[in-house]
């Protein structure tokens, strides 16, 4: 199994920033992408950064050039800072990873693991 504790989230004023973290632990054999993901009340889940291992990102254009992932190999960790938030960015992020992890005497598998989620509120 996986797992992934986020911290970071909180409240920020309109314009503020906010650096989540995720760090992932367990039976991890390679992590092929970490992201996060937002869901605001009575929204559905959305992307908001992906990372693969070969170092590309991904982002939605409600977000570009406002929010940056990153990662820390060695940690199994992955970053979001986030800048010049609106009140819009509202939101529960999840994060995620996508990637092979050990099955013990069956070798590896393909597994997805989410976090617990974190609040991020933004006041105008």
């Known amino acids: 199994q996986v797992q992934l504790v986020e911290s970071g989230g909180g409240l920020v004023q309109a314009g503020g920033s906010l650096r989540l973290s995720c760090v992932a632990s367990?039976?991890?054999?390679?992590?092929?992408?970490m992201g996060w993901y937002r869901q605001a009340p009575g929204k559905q889940r959305e992307l908001v950064a992906a990372?693969?291992?070969?170092?590309?990102?991904n982002y939605p254009e409600s977000v570009k050039g406002r929010f940056t992932i990153s990662r820390d190999k060695a940690k199994n960790t992955v970053y979001l800072q986030m800048n010049s938030l609106k009140p819009e960015d509202t939101a529960v992020y999840y994060c995620n990873v996508r990637g092979e992890y050990h099955g013990g005497t069956y070798g590896t598998y393909t597994g997805q693991t989410w976090g617990q989620g974190t609040p991020v509120t933004v006041s105008s």
């Open positions: 367990g039976s991890i054999f390679r992590l092929n992408v």
């Open positions: 990372l693969t291992s070969g170092g590309s990102t």
